[in-house]
């Protein structure tokens, strides 16, 4: 059993000197994440299937897949030139850690980076802590915060990204762009506030390229969305649509 009951100084815990300052975002250095979920349309050949299709794309954003556990290194082998992360990891290493995704594995199998601390998958501030002492530097880690505060606390310990996705807009039909643009923003000033070197997203009912760019508008680097893309009839039109206007 892993204890995860820590005390830490979060000023302490941070990763200094990894990084540059990271810029407000801009069209053309926007980052596109899209969310596998366990969507019966992104899992096993169909998850290889959206990868390819999701690296097909000819747009100057960055795009970044986060895959199942299970669907990890095939989904780097059916798109090797794709951005794989994670959708969630554990601080554990080899051992008697029974169901816990250890991240030297997922390392192994081609992540380049992961989700934590996602609405769908909460964890303690102390996990997220944990993990960022562990990865290696140049591991992109986007902590997921569900409010302004959240985001605040998750920034102190200067994870690559901090993505703010309010739960109750999660897979719904309006983008938090448009139902509530202020907890973007000041998202943004928050994280900004805490760490120059985090880069900030947003989430939550995602679809259009128009929405992409109301983000970055906003403040944000880019986007986390997952049903806008899995859930589409047309996976490829609806990617080249939300890169459209990058």
Known sequence: MVNLRISYDIGIISRHGQRGTVPRGTMRDSLVVVNFKTYQTAHGACAEDLARAMASIDTGARMVAAVSALDLSAVVAAAPGLE?????????????????????????RGAS???????????????????MEQIPDGFHVCACAADIHEARALAA???????????????GETSVTSADPEIVSGTAQ????????????CGAGIKTGKDV??????????????????KSEDPRASLIDLVSLL
């Open 213 to 230: 760019a109301k983000a970055i508008e906003l403040g944000t680097s880019g986007v986390l969305l997952a049903s806008g893309v899995t």
């Open 157 to 171: 310990l200067e994870p690559s990204f901090v993505a703010v996705e309010p739960p109750e807009l999660i897979g």
């Open 84 to 108: 794989v992360w994670c959708q969630h990891l554990d601080p554990v290493g080899f051992g008697s850690n029974t169901g816990w995704v250890n991240p030297e594995t997922a390392m192994e």
């Open 190 to 201: 928050a994280v900004r506030e805490v760490s120059t070197r985090v880069g900030i997203l």
């Open 113 to 131: 980076g992961t989700l934590i601390n996602h609405a769908e998958h909460k964890v303690s501030l102390e996990h997220v802590a944990m993990l």
